[in-house]
């Protein structure tokens, strides 16, 4: 195929079909089939994506985990294994980033927080033309609010060390995951 060709195939095709020296109508072909593949498989994480929130890319990077590990893989069992399982932590870890339940994970260890007791209290000498004010009065004991800080501060200890471990395992495999 001679340079006008392929200069007139990019044209016609917006460039999608990254022709360049010694590709033929065949590799068009291949490169169009599989991009609408890929259109198909990653058109819904696409169009929730949003820039401004670093879970949308975690998203993206479990969709592609995940149509990876539908592919055929002609690995042998001891190699392969280890990399599903890995993989499969990874996408875990990244759907309990997005359901953030961290909270109910320390409670199951440290038990449940003590349900809060507010009231609104009526400022009987204020109000503003006419509208009395309110004041919000946490009545809940001292040793709830305490309890309360424990589980916070625990389920910020659980996400973050999940958080270490999901990037302790991409660091460790992501590379050879797609080898």
Known sequence: MNYKLQKFLNTISFGLTEMGPGFSMRDIWYNFKYGIKNLKRFF???WKYRGFDFQYNLDLLK???EVY??????????????????IKRVIE???RREKSDYISEAEKELGEIEPY???F???TDKDIDGENLYEMVDNQSKEGKE??????KRSDEIEQSEWN???DLIKKNGQGWWN
Not at 69 to 86: A, H, S
Not at 147 to 152: C, T, V
Request: charge should be negative; avoid cysteine; charged fraction near 45%.
């Open 69 to 86: 590990l539908t592919m055929k893989n002609y690995e042998i069992d001891e190699d392969r294994i280890p990399k599903e399982n890995d």
């Open 147 to 152: 309890h309360s800080k424990k589980i916070y």
């Open 93 to 95: 870890i990244i759907e």
């Open 63 to 65: 969709r592609g985990l």
């Open 117 to 119: 007791d507010i009231e």
């Open 44 to 46: 819904w994480v696409v």
């Open 121 to 123: 209290k009526e400022i």
């Open 165 to 167: 471990e999901l990037f």
